[in-house]
């Protein structure tokens, strides 16, 4: 039972143009939705976050939407760099028996093409 | 400045051997994890810590064990090393939970043959 999930295993998009990376969930008590990057041979890095009471955060070049009622994220990227290429992890957080959970989802791997 | 550091970044093992995959990390967060990737999968939660002395079980815990003596150390333990636990490791820290980024270190990858 997978209850973050990236549909899409990877996605090209021209350097310039929007990228747009989506995630659907299904647990309503996530209440913290974070977005990772990750390089080969590195670990992943922390891009960007959003509260469950919010639908926008913006820093930057990126921008990440909640959708509760769809229970839906997607992460934006623009304009996006041959740089952006990586694996974009979600990941979303609970409040479980009195501990903060983490669930990860699989995965897209984005390709900026020059 | 390290961050979260983790030795080895490579190791191969025979079945049945043990290991101990070490993991330190200096910005005196107490939440520190270790997740396992396997391919084309997310990271699942092994096990996880909120403090000096306090470990706990995460979804994939069975042929692991950890301890948490230091702040700053969190190492993880293969008792009796299987193929299944052929991966790649990831310890990670955070200040922590909810809303806070957690830091990653750059992995151990793990073979059994």
């Not at chain 1, 039972?1 to 659907?24: A, T």
């Not at chain 1, 994220?73 to 974009?88: E, F, K, R, T």
């Not at chain 2, 909120?50 to 069975?62: C, L, R, S």
Request: glycine share 8%; charged share 20%; net charge positive.
């Amino acid at each position: 039972d997978q209850q973050v999930k990236q549909n899409s295993p990877s996605l090209s998009v021209q350097e310039g143009r929007i990228s747009i990376l989506n995630c659907d969930y299904t647990n309503s008590m996530f209440d913290y939705f974070l977005w990772y990057k990750k390089y080969p041979a590195e670990g992943p890095t922390f891009l960007i976050s959003i509260s469950s009471i919010k639908d926008k955060n913006e820093d930057g070049r990126f921008t990440v939407f909640l959708n509760k009622s769809a229970k839906h994220l997607s992460l934006h990227i623009v304009p996006s760099q041959p740089g952006d290429s990586a694996v974009y992890f979600c990941a979303a957080s609970a409040l479980i028996s009195g501990t903060y959970k983490y669930i990860f989802g699989t995965g897209t791997r984005l390709k900026v093409l020059a | 400045n390290a961050g979260v550091t983790q030795t080895p970044k490579f190791r191969i093992l025979k079945i049945g051997q043990s290991m101990t995959l070490q993991c330190t990390q200096d910005m005196n967060h107490n939440y520190m994890y270790w997740y396992r990737q396997d391919p084309g999968m997310g990271l699942k939660l092994i096990y996880y810590s909120v403090g000096a002395g306090i470990t706990d079980k995460g979804e994939v815990p069975n042929g692991y064990n950890v301890s948490r003596s230091t702040t700053e150390d969190f190492p993880l333990r293969l008792e009796l090393a299987a193929p299944s636990q052929t991966s790649v490791y990831f310890c990670a820290s955070s200040d922590r939970g909810g809303g806070q980024p957690q830091h990653f270190g750059d992995g151990t990858r793990l073979s059994i043959l």
